[in-house]
């Protein structure tokens, strides 16, 4: 169920735009609120690290807790094939 208590199934959604005037406001705004959240909460920017590099990001982005990581040389590589790849 998209909303139990409406009793709407993901079936019931259309595909495209038609589908924004079916899901319920209180789920748009749990989508606000998340990403709200993650944008000004989980990965604030600070002007000392890189451009991207976010303190509580993880390895490559990922919120993980394992912190960024320390080979220097292993991030570049890792970053150079997901921008290879792109994913960046």
Known sequence: YLSPS??????DVPNGL???????????????????LVDFGLYRSDP????????????????????????EEGRKKKLNSELANGRL
């Open 18 to 36: 038609a589908a924004i005037s079916k899901v319920p406001g209180l789920g748009w705004s749990q989508w606000f609120i998340f990403c709200g």
């Open 48 to 71: 000392d690290r890189a451009p991207g590099d976010y303190a509580n990001g993880g390895i490559l982005g990922v919120p993980n807790a394992s912190g960024p990581m320390s080979d």
């Open 6 to 11: 409406l009793g709407l199934k993901f079936a």
